[in-house]
Nanobody, 116 residues
Framework: QVRVMESGGGLVQAGGSLRLSCAAS????????MGWYRRAPGKQRELVAN???????KYADSVKGRFTISRDNAKKTVYLQMNNLKPEDTALYYC??????????WGQGTQVTVSS
């Protein structure tokens, strides 16, 4: 089955940390690039960070220095370590490939809520 499954979200106070995980089927994980996206209430979905199969990373300006994306190829899992969380990081977080991000489908996502 071709799918992704996100986990690790929760409720945290501002300044806290969370680690998100994305377990992907082999077909998806073998894509060159995997990314974390988020959709905040009333806003469009945006790219948070992505990572290539070779480990190169890219981050949105709003999370640089606070979030770290990584991948474990043996476990076919992508992680997002989020530190110094802010209320504006509150969103539903998803992982996907760039192609599936355009055409779908999406997983169920994992909710991150940061209280002030």
């Amino acid at each position: 089955q071709v799918r992704v499954m996100e986990s690790g979200g929760g409720l945290v106070q501002a300044g806290g940390s969370l680690r998100l995980s994305c377990a992907a089927s082999e077909t998806i994980f073998n894509s060159n690039v995997m990314g974390w996206y988020r959709r905040a209430p009333g806003k469009q979905r945006e790219l948070v960070a992505n990572i290539t199969s070779g480990g190169s990373t890219k981050y949105a300006d709003s999370v640089k220095g606070r979030f770290t994306i990584s991948r474990d190829n043996a476990k076919k899992t992508v992680y997002l370590q989020m530190n110094n969380l802010k209320p504006e990081d509150t969103a539903l977080y998803y992982c996907n490939t760039p192609l599936r991000a355009v055409f779908g489908p999406w997983g169920q996502g994992t909710q991150v809520t940061v209280s002030s």
